[in-house]
């Protein structure tokens, strides 16, 4: 199957454009409008002009497709009632499946249409949001057959039909405040990373209250993503002083904050915490990328079936381990959390115990044999997840470019939990 990201021309190019110096002179830096507070999805007339206001102000129709799953939709009554208090006729979907599969996208789409909006309203962990943003281009733009082979660098033209509007119910993908949607290819087994600028929601609505209700499990998970984000972002050649600064603020919130979310889920401030630093990572890897954690993870979520966030997670590690030979950039994240030592390489042991205390305090396994995978099983999958990792969009990202073998070697090291010595 050929997929837009296996262009050869395109992984040529990329590192270049990629790079700082390059990026130094021609990058923007573009975030949706980002409500939070009172005023982020008023229960009744607040103090001033809310976000329903200046979204309002952009439909002139006023119809708003509300796409949702099964579990975030106990928030759609709220989401309806906020926006047509306002005036808005609302139609909820809540038929989206987790990865968002294709044919599930392509479903979503076609209810879309009938309706016909202006206004779609994801409300729903990343999955959603990105299921939603496929719907999205479909409901735009019926020319279009397969998302596989859309190029990042042509404008798909959207908003002539509808405007976007994220409301997170997990703190972890940042995908409210990302241009991408990564989609479930179930034909191929296989994640589609979908990838143009036009895809940055116009709207991201921060509302605590509706990331309260993750268990502690999803809790993790999606901390260490917004972590695996925010560290891979630092250390990408393609990084920026503006995306610096907003990762390692994710990084600090990420630390200091997933702890309390995980053990006290009601705790609000912790919550709220999680919740902007999910879309600060989005905003970082928006503008830096991430690179190797998602990589492996994306490889590894495929065909094992793991969590996102986990899967991610548990390379930190392991490409830092890796990024290390030929960056010391990840001393700027010691100093953020304030990590000292003699020598570098003090300095970059205290910051891997850092990562692999917070993994034990929120009960994650530190290697893929605790994942409950067999050796037999990941030798078997050896070549597909060495490929598919090496032509992950994100290793166009790392610092250091890898090769499929090292991709092999780095998942044995990781199986067993044993530090990258090469
Ligand atoms: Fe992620």
């Not at 990564?182 to 979908?194: F, G, L, Q, S």
């Not at 999606?222 to 600064?245: E, F, K, N, Q, R």
């Not at 499929?404 to 780095?410: L, M, P, R, T, V």
Request: glycine share 6%; proline share 5%.
């Amino acid at each position: 199957m050929k997929y837009w990201f296996n262009e050869p021309e395109l992984k040529a190019i990329l590192p270049l454009a990629a790079s700082s110096a390059v990026r130094g002179l021609s990058s923007n830096f573009n975030t949706p409008r980002i409500f939070m507070g009172p005023n982020a999805l008023p229960k009744g007339k607040g103090l001033g002009a809310s976000s329903i206001d200046f979204i309002g102000a952009k439909c002139s129709k006023k119809r708003a497709f509300i796409i949702t799953d099964d579990f975030a939709k106990r928030f759609s009554a709220r989401v309806s009632k906020a926006f047509e208090a306002s005036g808005f006729k609302t139609q909820i979907w809540s038929n989206a499946l987790p990865e968002a599969p294709l044919s599930n996208v392509k479903e979503c789409s076609e209810i879309m249409s009938q309706f016909n909006p202006d206004l779609i309203v994801a409300l729903g962990g990343g999955s959603i949001i990105d299921g939603a943003k496929g719907a999205w281009i479909y409901y735009e733009r019926p020319d279009v057959t397969d998302l596989r082979v859309l190029s990042p660098f042509e404008p798909l033209g959207l908003r002539k039909k509808a405007i976007f509007a994220a409301i997170p119910t997990t703190s972890g993908t940042g995908s409210e405040c990302t241009a991408t949607a990564v989609i479930h290819d179930t034909e191929n087994n296989r994640k589609i990373p979908v990838a143009n600028s036009d895809l940055l929601p116009d709207f991201a609505i921060l509302v605590p209250e509706f990331t309260m209700t993750m268990p502690p499990k999803l809790t993790a998970g999606t901390g260490l993503d917004v972590l695996s984000h925010a560290m891979d972002a630092i250390m990408s050649p393609a990084a920026s002083d503006l995306s610096d600064a907003i990762n390692l603020s994710a990084i600090k919130t990420v630390f200091k904050f997933l702890p309390r979310a995980y053990h006290h889920g009601q705790d609000r401030e912790a919550r709220f915490r999680m919740l902007v630093a999910s879309s600060l990572g989005g905003i970082g890897i928006q503008t830096s990328g991430a690179a190797l954690t998602h990589s492996f993870g994306h490889s590894l979520g495929s065909l094992f079936h793991v969590h996102h966030g986990i899967a991610v997670g548990i390379f930190i590690p392991f490409v830092f381990q890796f990024y290390r030979e030929v960056s010391d950039k990840y001393l700027e994240i010691c100093d953020a959390l304030k990590i000292e030592g003699k020598t570098k390489q003090e300095r970059f042991h205290g910051l891997m115990e850092k990562v692999r205390t917070l993994f034990k305090e929120l009960e994650v396994p530190l290697n893929l044999k605790d994942l409950e995978i067999s050796k037999e099983n990941l030798e078997e999958k050896m070549e597909k997840l060495a490929l598919f990792t090496h032509e992950d969009i994100d290793s166009v990202f790392s610092p250091r470019p890898i090769t499929i073998d090292q991709c092999k070697k780095i998942f044995r090291y990781a199986f067993e939990g044993k530090s990258i010595d090469f």
